[in-house]
Each structure stands twice: as structure tokens, then as C-alpha cells.
């Protein structure tokens, strides 16, 4: 059965502490993994589409990368306006979301 | 690019009512449109795969006859909340895919309260 598993649920970083966050996924043919910012009474907000293991992008304070069983999200000095839930889905014949990461940066 | 939108943003209805959420692309023709619902603090859950032209497919446990989907263009899907209760007071969200990529991009949701 394809799953996707999002950790931690919560995460409070400090304005500039940099961190992960962990997609771990199982899927028969993956044809992409995505990552979303959410943020509240919002609809997401698309990041990257990832397609094969060892393959990274970027944008702005984020870096997302692939393996075979699990994405990143990195963020490199982050600020408030970070805050977000950030959604991890995979692509295999549907489409399967992770329950995100509440992430809130503290000024 | 790739902008998708909803209207209403919000709506409040009386129970027994029916409601209709507009989800439209407006920058770009979608074949393939979707409707989710999300509770709080959880995941996305995709109610329907709505195809230009043809009839919706729906995911197991999903009333198609409840969730009217109607995609009449390539750019317009509509979802109707037929008979509300107040179990489907929700956050509904679109989306939709550009051209043969799988990404998807969303709409801001439309938050519904059934009364």
C-alpha cells in the first residue's frame, strides 16, 4: 500500500537555526514527489516536484532532495515568514499526501 | 503562471440546502481538474478526479450522488454540496494539472459551515 509519513508533526526553530524535515514514503512507481507550503485557511502552495533519487531544487531558503525511500526539506536560516505547514505528496496511480510539518519560526 | 482560483471563499448554509463551489484556471486549460477536502490538522483527502467532458471519478467512500462535479470547459470545474449537513461543513479545495506534468496546483479553498 502506498504511504507517506511526515516528520516531526511540529517543529519550533529559532529566527536564523536551521533544520529538516522528513518525508518517508513507499510507492510502486513513483512518478514524482512533491513538496507544498500550506499556510493557514489557505489552499497549498506549490515548491518542487522531485523525479529520481539524488536529485535536489531550490528556492530561496529551501533545498528539497530524493532518495529511494525518503525526501528533505531544508531550511537554511529561516525567517517568520517561513511558518507554514509544509506538505509532502507522491505521485505513483494517485496521488497521497503526508499530514505536514507545522513549522514556526520564533523572531 | 499556473493560477488556479475559488469562489466562493467562503459560504454558510442552512442544512438541507445545496451549495455550488466554482474552481477555475485562469492562466491555463486543465483537462484534469480535482476536488479535496482537508479537517483540521489533517491530510489532504481527494474526493474526486474531475474530467473535462467526461463524468467525474470519485474515491471509494464518496457519495457521487452528494458531491455533484461538473468540468463543462477546460478551464471551470464546479463541485455541488447537494442536501448539506453539518458533517459536511469542511475545507474543500481544487486543483488542477498543466499539461501532462503531474504537479498540481491549488485553489485558495473555499471553507464551508453547514448550520
Known amino acids: 500500500e502506498d504511504q507517506v509519513t511526515q516528520s516531526p508533526e511540529a517543529l519550533r526553530l529559532q529566527e536564523g537555526e536551521s533544520s529538516s524535515l522528513n518525508c518517508s514514503y513507499t510507492v510502486s512507481g513513483l512518478r514524482g514527489l512533491f513538496w507544498y507550503r500550506q499556510d493557514p485557511g489557505k489552499g497549498p502552495e506549490f515548491l518542487f516536484t522531485l523525479y529520481s533519487a539524488g536529485e535536489e531544487k531550490e528556492k530561496e531558503r529551501l533545498k528539497a532532495t530524493l532518495t529511494k525511500k525518503e525526501s528533505f526539506l531544508h531550511i537554511t536560516a529561516p525567517k517568520p515568514e517561513d511558518s507554514a505547514t509544509y506538505l509532502c505528496?507522491?505521485?505513483?496511480?494517485?496521488?497521497?499526501f503526508g499530514k505536514g510539518t507545522r513549522l514556526h519560526i520564533l523572531p | 503562471g499556473a493560477v488556479v482560483s475559488q469562489h466562493p471563499s467562503r459560504v454558510i448554509c442552512k442544512s438541507g440546502t445545496s451549495v455550488k463551489i466554482e474552481c477555475r484556471s485562469l492562466d491555463f486549460q486543465a483537462t484534469t481538474m480535482f476536488w479535496y477536502r482537508q479537517f483540521p490538522k489533517k491530510s489532504l483527502m481527494l474526493m474526486a478526479t474531475?474530467?473535462?467532458?467526461?463524468?467525474?471519478?470519485?474515491e471509494q467512500g464518496v457519495e457521487k450522488d452528494k458531491f455533484l462535479i461538473n468540468h463543462a470547459s477546460l478551464t471551470l470545474s464546479t463541485l455541488t454540496v447537494t442536501s448539506a449537513h453539518p458533517e459536511d461543513s469542511s475545507f474543500y479545495i481544487c486543483s488542477a494539472r498543466v499539461g501532462q506534468a503531474y504537479e498540481q496546483y491549488f485553489g485558495p479553498g473555499t471553507r464551508l459551515t453547514v448550520t
Open positions: 474531475s474530467n473535462e467532458g467526461s463524468k467525474a471519478t470519485y
Open positions: 505528496a507522491v505521485q505513483g496511480d494517485k496521488i497521497i
